[in-house]
């Protein structure tokens, strides 16, 4: 079955301590992508992976990391957390080849609360 | 800059009523445009996938319509059912070379069926 896999689906932490939003996904897509949704501003993208070794800030970057060592896992790291990145994180991910369109899968979200 | 708007920000509807939701887009070069739906604290699944070419798309009771030369989409229930209640979002698509590039995200319309 297709998935798109993140751990830990809650998570509340405090301010400064690291933590990693793991996602991983079975169907060898190419593009993979984490995204924080908040009330009123909708889906904005933080950080995008078109292929191993290859990552691109999105709109709104500040505050995270992420690595893309192989093609399944795309982990979303917060070095030290704030309050203001509470929010609820989906990771996507798409096939990306040249010419194509192909539909983008969202994974089930991170609901993440920084005390 | 890349801008995607839609409207109405929230709708109520009765059981059975058919309803449109509109996407207005100023974004460039274009790929592709997509709806979405949300259901509350879940990742968005798509409906529909439309490139320049296409000027409508079905899934079911939902059609959507694009107009390439007007940027506009929208986005037709017909018939609608409580599960109807969701967030529908729309998406539009960045040409990046020869490849979708970067997603932009609308806010959502925020649809509630009721009985």
């Known amino acids: 079955e297709a998935q798109v896999t993140q751990n830990p689906r809650y998570l509340i932490t405090v301010t400064g301590k690291k933590l990693t939003v793991t996602c991983s996904q079975n169907m060898n897509h190419e593009y993979m992508s984490w995204y924080r949704q908040d009330p009123g501003l909708g889906l904005r993208q933080i950080y995008y992976?078109?292929?191993?070794?290859?990552?691109d800030k999105g709109d709104v970057p500040e505050g995270y990391k992420v690595s893309r060592k192989e093609k399944r896992n795309f982990p979303l790291i917060l070095e030290s957390p704030s309050p203001n990145q509470t929010s609820l994180y989906f990771c996507?991910?798409?096939?990306?080849?040249?010419?194509?369109?192909?539909?983008?899968?969202f994974g089930p979200g991170t609901r993440l609360t920084v005390t | 800059k890349n801008q995607v708007e839609q409207s109405p920000q929230s709708l109520i509807i009765l059981e059975g009523k058919n309803c449109t939701l509109q996407?207005?887009?100023?974004?460039?070069?274009?790929?592709?445009l997509r709806w979405y739906k949300q259901d509350t604290g879940r990742g968005p699944v798509s409906l529909t996938i439309m490139t320049f070419s296409e000027n409508t798309k079905s899934n079911g009771r939902y059609t959507a319509t694009l107009d390439a030369d007007t940027k506009q989409s929208s986005l037709h229930i017909t018939a609608s059912q409580l599960s109807d209640s969701a967030s529908y979002i729309c998406v539009v698509s960045v040409r990046y070379g020869g490849s979708q590039g970067n997603l932009i995200f609308g806010k959502g319309t925020k649809l509630s069926v009721k009985p």
């Open positions: 996407c207005n887009y100023t974004v460039s070069p274009f790929s592709n």
């Open positions: 992976s078109m292929n191993v070794e290859v990552t």
């Open positions: 996507a991910t798409t096939k990306n080849i040249r010419g194509q369109i192909y539909e983008q899968y």
